[in-house]
């Protein structure tokens, strides 16, 4: 089973069960890309906690782990980490 799907359902569920909270206006994107080379389009990130945050993009949902991030996005992040 592709990683990215499963990580689409989880996130789908945390939202349908509300366990994601907007408490800003969410950060958006044009591209993000990571450490690994992925990119993702079109980004809004919808939670963020203390070890990475949840993506919607272009293609569905994504969870993207801080130390995959480039050095200089992790405190745009890090910045809004739910407790």
């Known amino acids: ?3 990215n799907f499963v990580i689409s ?5 945390l939202l349908s069960l509300g366990f994601v909270h907007a408490s800003e206006e969410p950060l958006r994107f044009d591209q993000l890309r990571t450490l690994q080379n992925d990119t ?10 203390a ?4 993506l919607r993009h272009s293609k569905g949902m994504a969870r993207v782990r801080f130390m995959d991030l480039p050095k200089e ?3 745009t992040f890090e ?3 739910m407790p």
Do not use: C, L, S, W
Not at 40 to 49: A, G, L, M, R, T
């Open 9 to 13: 359902i989880i996130g789908a569920g």
């Open 1 to 3: 089973m592709n990683a």
């Open 40 to 49: 993702f389009h079109q980004v809004e990130v919808i939670k963020v906690d």
């Open 51 to 54: 070890t990475g945050a949840y």
């Open 79 to 81: 910045d809004r980490a």
């Open 73 to 75: 996005k992790r405190p």
